[in-house]
């Protein structure tokens, strides 16, 4: 494992912008990547599984952890809560990871109020068109659902500017490129190198013979 603290990355999209198929093809180039798997009250669905998919618990565990200020950020959707374990991050970037949230503007901003040195991204679509065309493609919702989830990506797309980075998945290489960027930037950083490489410039500056 690297001797090196890893970052934080959050990934902010509007429903349908691709930031699950991005992120999992930047899992399967990058080892040095994981994704934070979040906690959530509501009930396990056929073929998910406890720790994989999320860390499923009772209302009355996850209302213990944010009292115990244990969560990074969390939210209530549709009367489930949803939140992000503050050690498992902690303790995933003291290893050497970089961790990817996955969470919206309302959860980045969370997590920015606690770690102003994490790294958001926001994915977006080229165009209205192609969003809803791939909602469309989808072929699991209704009409009223995909209007329910185009106004909420108008909300989402509209705090673009609270990251950092913004990545436009229209061709989906050239989006995957810029994401590694991103992440290869930060490592190259001279505060990450002088201590990945810190022996090396010990030898480099020293005047022995």
Not at 125 to 144: F, H, I, K, V, Y
Request: negative net charge; aromatic residues 6%.
């Amino acid at each position: 494992m690297s001797n090196t603290p890893g970052a934080l990355y959050i990934l902010s999209a509007p429903s349908g912008a691709g930031k699950t198929s991005l992120v999992k093809a930047l899992l399967a180039q990058d080892v040095r990547v994981c994704v934070s798997v979040s906690h959530t009250t509501r009930n396990m669905r056929d073929g998910e599984e406890n720790g994989i998919d999320y860390n499923f618990v009772s209302q009355h565990d996850f209302a213990q952890l944010v009292e115990q200020q244990q969560m990074l950020e969390y939210a209530t959707v549709f009367g489930n809560s949803y939140g992000t374990s503050r050690k498992w991050v902690e303790a995933s970037l003291a290893q050497g990871k970089d961790v990817i949230l996955e969470i919206d503007w309302q959860g980045r901003d969370q997590v920015l109020s606690i770690f102003p040195h994490a790294i958001a991204v926001t994915i977006l679509p080229p165009s209205q068109q192609a969003l809803q065309q791939r909602l469309q493609g989808r072929g699991t919702d209704s009409s009223e659902i995909i209007a329910t989830r185009m106004a909420e990506a108008h909300s989402e797309i509209s705090h673009y500017s609270g990251s950092h980075f913004l990545v436009i998945n229209d061709d989906f290489s050239e989006a995957l490129a810029d994401l590694q960027c991103i992440f290869s930037c930060r490592r190259l950083k001279t505060p990450q190198q002088a201590q990945k490489h810190h022996q090396l410039l010990a030898d480099l500056l020293s005047t022995g013979g």
